[in-house]
Every structure is written in structure tokens, then in C-alpha cells.
């Protein structure tokens, strides 16, 4: 007997990642893209932009332990889905009142932040909500869904904002995240309390503290591969996130929707 992939709890998982994968993508991407057109100033843009990353590298990491110890839909999905939208709106408020830069600075590390968080509780969920034969292909269609959202995003991104500018994309995106995370109240997702006798964040460090003596004795080439890929995106980042918006729109005096394009075809090289 075969069993279907797309069951209704799966299925939500899946409409939930696109609506806010999809909108961090394009929030991430007129955002910044904004501040450059109001600022004018690339040494401005790339702080800002460096600033931003931080909180994911850092809670990609936290992210992944907090999918094994914590209640993935309600605390994770439906509350960081929920709280982006909060942000969105609250951003659209102070935009104008409060000083631009620590404005922007805020609330992309926030954005960056959940989307390092949310990203690893969704792929942790995967193995609840299908059959084992069908594990491969659900990770598939997660990941094809974050892979879309970085090639498609920006482009719709670039779209949106030479159409209507950054106040109704920030409108519309606060009604999908909203939307979402009331979608992802209805999904069931087995979640099994694990006991603690510690406060959360000696949990933490004892599981990342357990991660890193495991790949240092049993994956110790793992180290060699970070450290090469890193290297190579000490280069290749600062040129592909920074150095490229400004070469479309200021050197080359490009529409925002060409950027977008540009965006895009550097996601599908990718």
C-alpha cells in the first residue's frame, strides 16, 4: 500500500514555509535595498547588511537545538510567525520617526535571526509528519521550497517595490506572516516534553557543547570543510550581497526590479 507524501499536516508545513520563507526572502531584500536608495551611502549599506547576519549564524545553531527540546508548532512555527509580523508592523510605524540606521540594523538581525531559528524546526519536523518511505522526498520538497525562495524572492522583491515602494510590501507582509501562523495553529505535530533539570540555556550549551566534541572525534574533517568554505565566502559574500546592489544601482543607475533579476540569477547559479 502506498502512502501519500502530501497529508494534511504536511501539506500545512509546506504552505506555511513558502508563505515565510517567501516574505523574509523579499523582506530581506527590499529592505536593505531601501536604505541604500535613502542613504545613498555604501559604507552604510554594508554595515547594516553585516550587522544583520549575525543573529542567523548564531541561531541556526540555537535553532536546531531548539527543535528537539521545545514544542515545534506552537512555540516555534506559530510564535516566530506571529512575532515577524508584530515586527513587520511595528517597523512600519516608527519608519520616518525613529533614526534609519539602528532602525534597519533591529529589525533585519531580528529577521535574519527568525529565519535561522524557524528554518531548522522545520526541517526537524519532517521525519513527524511522514511515512519513513517517504522521508527523502519530503526533505526534498522542504528544501526545494528554501531553494525557490532565494531564486524567486528577490525578483518578486525587485518587482514589488519599483511597483508600489517599501510601505504595502511591508503591509501585505504582515497579513501573510499573520495568516500563516494561524494556518500552522491546526497542524499536529507529535512532540514528546523532554525532561530538564536545568534552565534552558545550560541546555543549550550542553547540547552544542555535545555536538562539537562529537564532530571533533568522530567528523574531525568537518572543521577542515568550514574553514575552506568559509574562506571563500569572506570573498564571494562581500561581493555577491554588497558589493553587487551597489554596482546595479548606483554605478550602473539600474532599476530595482533589474537588481531583483540580478538577485535571482546568482540564487539559480547557486
Not at 527590499?30 to 549599506?45: D, I, M, N, Q, W
Not at 557543547?209 to 569572506?234: A, D, G, R, W
Amino acid at each position: 500500500m502506498q502512502t501519500k507524501l502530501f497529508r494534511r499536516d504536511f501539506t500545512l508545513v509546506v504552505i506555511g514555509q513558502i508563505i515565510s520563507l517567501f516574505g523574509n526572502a523579499i523582506l530581506r531584500f527590499a529592505l536593505p535595498l531601501y536604505l541604500l536608495r535613502e542613504t545613498g551611502s555604501s559604507t552604510l549599506f554594508g554595515v547594516v547588511t553585516a550587522c544583520s547576519f549575525a543573529p542567523m549564524v548564531i541561531l541556526s545553531m540555537v535553532g536546531g537545538v531548539l527543535a528537539d527540546r521545545v514544542n515545534k508548532r506552537d512555540i516555534i512555527m506559530v510564535g516566530l510567525d506571529f512575532s515577524t509580523a508584530a515586527i513587520i508592523m511595528l517597523f512600519y510605524f516608527s519608519l520616518g520617526k525613529i533614526p534609519t540606521v539602528p532602525l534597519f540594523i533591529v529589525v533585519l538581525m531580528l529577521l535574519y535571526g527568525i529565519s535561522g531559528t524557524y528554518q531548522p524546526s522545520v526541517q526537524a519536523s519532517v521525519p513527524l509528519l511522514v511515512a519513513k518511505e517517504k522521508l527523502m522526498a519530503g526533505n526534498a520538497v522542504i528544501n526545494q521550497v528554501n531553494t525557490l525562495s532565494g531564486l524567486l524572492g528577490p525578483v518578486i522583491g525587485g518587482v514589488m517595490f519599483t511597483l508600489w515602494g517599501i510601505y504595502p510590501i511591508l503591509l501585505l507582509s504582515a497579513v501573510c506572516f499573520t495568516f500563516s501562523a494561524i494556518m500552522e495553529i491546526f497542524i499536529h505535530i507529535p512532540h514528546e516534553k523532554r525532561p530538564r533539570e536545568v534552565g534552558v540555556f545550560r541546555v543549550v550549551g550542553k547540547d552544542l557543547k555535545e555536538s562539537y566534541q562529537f564532530v571533533k572525534t568522530e567528523k574531525p574533517i568537518f572543521f577542515s570543510v568550514v574553514f575552506l568554505v568559509s574562506i571563500f565566502n569572506l570573498v564571494l559574500s562581500a561581493v555577491m550581497i554588497v558589493g553587487t546592489p551597489i554596482l546595479i544601482t548606483q554605478v550602473l543607475g539600474m532599476s530595482d526590479t533589474m537588481y531583483g533579476f540580478t538577485q535571482g540569477a546568482l540564487a539559480l547559479g547557486g
